[in-house]
């Protein structure tokens, strides 16, 4: 009989690469979608068929009972959340609600209905935030720098608790910074990829950055969901940081993809005081040791070969939209 996942998040980037990985390891996949999804259902499109979507939401307890009851799974992944660190200083309580209390409102079903089921939970290295050491591992103290920071580290800590209060085999990922073509086009990445793109095809003249000066630890999602599997079917839950152990400015982010496509980025960024944060991350650098040891996990995609597969996939993706812009034109033309 084929193991069950659920998956929260599941319309996220993180969400449509663990279901599709889950399903190729013979998965029946399971989604939890809000009713008011704001992702919307880009990425689950292509799951269509092969995964299921069922609707709850993390601020609701009894939506998540209900849900469990249903699927009966052996594994949650629980990757819902309110993950965008500028939108937590804007909606604090919200971001509580959802990125922190919705952990052990997913902890407490887990506890109600079957305690047996095994609970993946997705923490940041934006706990680390004002960072006490470097690199950062799983034995370093958080301080973290936006409510999403503090939030996550609530859902990190009561995942803790859970494992070891009532036996749950809960673990937490601590994951540093992770990427794709798939990702939310707010995130500074993706924003840099798509207005390459724009920029070389000449639908853009400006990129307006904040903080170039940050420095992130940014790896490719594909292989971090890898890694989220991989610390369920250990023999005893922990908890375990993810990451390159390489970092770069976002700078350097932006140098390397106009490069990619062959421009100089001086003659096209700017940088806007407006999208500073109240506190930002200066610097973050994970140290995968223990991961590497007890999972045997390791990066495959370098951040060179990330830049370049999120620049060509927006450049396909923007060529392509243009393509059919035109040819719907054709259409009306032709039709007048
Ligand atoms: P993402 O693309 O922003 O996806 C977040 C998901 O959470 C979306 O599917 C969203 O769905 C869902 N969600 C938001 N509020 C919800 C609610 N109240 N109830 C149910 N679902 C809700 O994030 P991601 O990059 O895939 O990251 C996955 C998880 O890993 C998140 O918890 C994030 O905080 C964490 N994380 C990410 C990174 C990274 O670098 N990507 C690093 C460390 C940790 P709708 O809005 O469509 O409803
Ligand atoms: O910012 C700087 C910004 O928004 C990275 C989430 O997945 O990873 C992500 O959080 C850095 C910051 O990601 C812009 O100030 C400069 O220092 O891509 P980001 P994040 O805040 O690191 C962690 C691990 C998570 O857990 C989160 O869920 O880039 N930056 N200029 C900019 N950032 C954005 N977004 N936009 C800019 O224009």
């Not at 469990?68 to 629980?78: A, G, K, Q």
């Not at 940014?218 to 292989?223: C, E, L, Q, S, T």
């Not at 970092?247 to 990619?260: G, I, N, T």
């Amino acid at each position: 009989m084929a193991r069950r996942a659920l998956i929260t998040g599941i319309t996220g980037q993180d969400g449509a690469y663990l279901a599709e990985f889950l399903l190729g390891k013979g998965y029946e996949v399971h989604g939890m979608v809000r009713p008011t999804t704001t992702a919307g259902f880009e990425r689950t499109d292509r799951l269509r068929g092969r995964a299921q979507l069922h609707q709850a939401d993390l601020l609701d307890q009894l939506s998540i009972v209900t849900l469990l009851t249903e699927i009966r799974p052996h594994e949650v992944y629980n990757l819902a959340a309110q993950s965008f660190v500028p939108t937590s200083f804007m909606l604090p309580l919200q971001t509580a609600e959802c990125t922190a209390l919705g952990v052990t409102r997913v902890l407490e079903a887990i506890r109600l209905i079957d305690p047996t089921i095994r609970f993946y939970q997705a923490s940041s290295s934006e706990m680390f935030g004002r960072v006490k050491e470097e690199p950062q591992n799983e034995e370093t103290g958080f301080w973290p720098r936006s409510p999403y920071g503090v939030a996550k580290a609530y859902g990190h800590w009561i995942t803790v608790n859970y494992r070891e209060s009532y036996n749950i085999f809960a673990c937490s990922g601590i994951l540093f910074n992770h990427e794709s073509p798939l990702r939310g086009k707010e995130f500074v990445t993706r924003k840099v990829s798509d207005a390459v793109a724009r920029i070389k095809l000449g639908l853009l003249d400006k990129l307006k950055l904040g903080n170039v000066d940050a420095q992130r630890d940014w790896g490719f999602a594909g292989d971090y969901v890898e890694a989220m599997w991989m610390m369920l079917q250990q023999d005893t839950p922990g908890d375990f940081v993810i990451a390159t152990g390489i970092k770069h400015s976002v700078r350097d982010l932006v140098e390397l993809a106009f490069r990619h496509v062959g421009l100089d980025w001086q003659q096209y960024v700017e940088t806007d005081p407006t999208l500073l944060r109240p506190a930002d991350v200066n610097t973050l650098c994970g140290d995968a040791s223990k991961a590497r040891a007890q999972l045997g996990w390791a990066p495959k995609v370098s951040f060179a070969g990330l830049v370049a597969m999120m620049v060509d996939a927006d450049l396909e993706r923007i060529a392509r939209d243009l393509r059919r812009e035109k040819s719907e034109e054709g259409w009306h033309r032709d039709d007048a």
